[in-house]
């Protein structure tokens, strides 16, 4: 199993930027492939973006592609998601999950959650 821990959230102003971190323990980090989602209330679960194991393979939402960079440090057991030009409907709970297998986009195939960290991006 792996444990997963978000921090970096926060208030920013739009057009600023967060760095949030997804800190994992216990079973080797590197066998996971990681992914970000959010849900702001009122809505569905949102898919931000995922990295696999090696870090090659990064599928992004359409809503943030080109604005959030996801990476990963492996020595660090943390993976990242940068998020630049952030707008107000960029405001949500954002979760880190976490899988032994490929990467994927939809939420039910992950099996770690972390509890999430809220960003809020102000107009």
């Known amino acids: 199993q792996v444990q997963l821990v978000e921090s970096g959230g926060g208030w920013v102003q739009a057009g600023g930027s967060l760095r949030l971190s997804c800190a994992a323990s216990?079973?080797?980090?590197?066998?996971?492939?990681v992914a970000w989602f959010r849900q702001a209330p009122g809505k569905e679960r949102e898919f931000v973006a995922a990295?696999?194991?090696?870090?090659?393979?990064?599928p992004y939402g359409d809503s943030v592609k080109g604005r959030f960079t996801i990476s990963r440090d492996n020595a660090k057991n943390t993976v990242y998601l940068q998020m630049n030009s952030l707008k107000p409907e960029d405001t949500a709970v954002y979760y880190c999950?976490?899988?032994?297998?490929?990467?994927?986009?939809?939420?039910?195939?992950?099996?770690?959650w972390g509890q999430g960290t809220q960003v809020n991006v102000s107009s």
């Open positions: 999950a976490a899988r032994l297998l490929l990467t994927t986009t939809l939420d039910i195939r992950y099996d770690y």
């Open positions: 216990g079973r080797t980090f590197s066998d996971y492939a």
């Open positions: 990295i696999s194991q090696s870090g090659d393979d990064t």
